[in-house]
T-cell receptor, first 112, second 112 residues
Framework: IAGITQAPTSQILAAGRRMTLRCTQD?????MYWYRQDLGLGLRLIHY???????GKGEVPDGYSVSRANTDDFPLTLASAVPSQTSVYFC???????????FGDGTRLSIL | GESVGLHLPTLSVQEGDNSIINCAYS??????FIWYKQESGKGPQFIID?????DKRQGQRVTVLLNKTVKHLSLQIAATQPGDSAVYFC???????????FGKGTSLLVTP
């Protein structure tokens, strides 16, 4: 089934550790996104990539980095995790025409 | 309507009734709007979208209405079913690239 695959589905991580959340899509969409979802704050954009080889900062980029080496993969890295990064992280993609974004089922991350 | 606090607004409807979920957006330059449904433990799922050159669009059991004058968007669900119970988000295209700005969500509870 075509779509977005995120891994891991959940993770408990000690503060200060490095963590990479994986995201892969098989729809050949040009644009990809990372959001965090926190109760009461909705979905907030962390980073995005309009096409392979380019990335941009979203609303809440601090403490996160991304790369887009190819069309299909868009990993999100926390270089040194802090408790405030405890959240549910969603990866999404859309075709370049700006159509609806398709979401994965998220990674639930707890930083202790 | 959309939440501004820690608790999502909740709309409770009886099975078989029609539901109306409202959303106010902020950017008068937004030209594309989407409604998403999010079930517990899942990522947001596309329901229906509308562009600013339209004021109404219908799908299967759902209708989206757009009032650009007052920057208001609504989602109408006909003959609401228990499977419609979820959190519903509106999203607007900010107009700069492909990023979406999400509302904080409304929880729909369908009672038998």
């Amino acid at each position: 089934i075509a779509g977005i695959t995120q891994a891991p589905t959940s993770q408990i991580l000690a503060a200060g550790r490095r963590m990479t959340l994986r995201c892969t899509q098989d729809m050949r969409h040009n644009a990809m996104y990372w959001y965090r979802q926190d109760l009461g704050l909705g979905l907030r954009l962390i980073h995005y990539s309009n096409t392979a080889g380019t990335t941009g900062k979203g609303e809440v980029p601090d403490g996160y980095s991304v790369s887009r080496a190819n069309t299909d993969d868009f990993p999100l890295t926390l270089a040194s995790a802090v408790p405030s990064q405890t959240s549910v992280y969603f990866c999404a993609s859309s075709d370049v025409s700006g159509g609806p974004q398709h979401f994965g089922d998220g990674t639930r991350l707890s930083i202790l | 309507g959309e939440s501004v606090g820690l608790h999502l607004p909740t709309l409770s409807v009886q099975e078989g009734d029609n539901s109306i979920i409202n959303c106010a957006y902020s950017n008068s330059a937004s030209d594309y709007f989407i409604w998403y449904k999010q079930e517990s433990g899942k990522g947001p799922q596309f329901i229906i979208d509308i562009r600013s050159n339209m004021d109404k669009r219908q799908g299967q059991r759902v209708t989206v209405l757009l009032n650009k004058t007052v920057k208001h968007l609504s989602l109408q669900i006909a003959a609401t079913q228990p499977g419609d119970s979820a959190v519903y988000f509106c999203a607007e295209n900010r107009g700069s690239g492909y990023a979406l700005n999400f509302g904080k969500g409304t929880s729909l509870l369908v009672t038998p």
